[in-house]
């Protein structure tokens, strides 16, 4: 059984912090995701990382994907009140079709 | 909307009762999930299937079951519902690997 594990579990800062997630296993994976889930809501998709080492930008929002395939990170630069919510990372088995969750971490942002 | 439906959004339940929570789809997608959701524990994978009638376990699979008769409709059914499956369910559907996992709703479980 794949275990992804996130840390913080729980998060608060004061606007315009930045602040780094971080998602991590011992297995290998052929992609991995970032989500984040509105209360009373699905989870809905921010971004994929497929290749080792890559990195991508969704504004002020930087996601990476360790070189081994087996952890990731997302930093947020500048939080604002609007980025408050759960982040969840999700990890693609590299054999099968499967699609793992870490537990989440809790995102709140003060102004 | 991804055209996901989750039916029903709530119910409450004896123990020991059958319960059947449907996940419906638009998009003719091949991949579908059944995941709970639980404080602390993020989204744990119950169920998968990668197409009508391929089915397979999840992490947390123990007194649960699925079916996908066709390809639209994934059920997941709970033979004996116990209170420690008192939860969030969401359904998630996909059209290949490595794509994004559009989600439905959800349906909270209360089983008294």
């Known amino acids: 059984t794949q275990l992804l594990e996130q840390s913080p579990q729980f998060l608060s800062i004061q606007e315009g912090e930045n602040l780094t997630v971080y998602c991590n296993s011992s297995?290998?994976?052929?992609?991995l995701q970032w989500y984040r889930q509105e209360p009373g809501e699905g989870p809905v998709l921010l971004v994929t990382?497929?290749?080792?080492?890559e990195v991508k930008k969704l504004k002020r929002l930087t996601f990476q994907f360790g070189d081994a395939r087996k952890d990731s990170s997302l930093h947020i630069t500048a939080a604002q009140p609007g980025d408050t919510g759960l982040y969840l990372c999700a990890g693609e088995s590299e054999y099968g079709n499967k699609l793992v969750f870490g537990a989440g971490t809790i995102l709140r942002v003060k102004s | 909307d991804a055209g996901i439906t989750q039916s029903p959004r709530h119910k409450v339940t004896e123990t020991g009762t059958p319960v059947t929570l449907r996940c419906h789809q638009t998009?003719?997608?091949?991949?579908m999930y059944w995941y709970r959701q639980d404080p602390g524990h993020g989204l744990r994978l119950i169920h998968y299937?990668?197409?009508?009638?391929?089915?397979d376990k999840g992490e947390v699979s123990d007194g649960y079951s699925v079916s996908r008769s066709k390809t639209e409709d994934f059920l997941l059914t709970l033979e004996s519902a116990t209170s420690s499956q008192t939860s969030v369910y969401f359904c998630?559907?996909?059209?290949?690997?490595?794509?994004?996992?559009?989600f439905g709703q959800g349906t909270r479980l209360t089983v008294v």
């Open positions: 990382v497929v290749t080792g080492g």
């Open positions: 998630a559907i996909r059209t290949f690997i490595n794509t994004e996992a559009f």
């Open positions: 998009e003719n997608h091949r991949y």
């Open positions: 297995s290998v994976f052929s992609s």
């Open positions: 299937s990668y197409g009508v009638k391929d089915t």
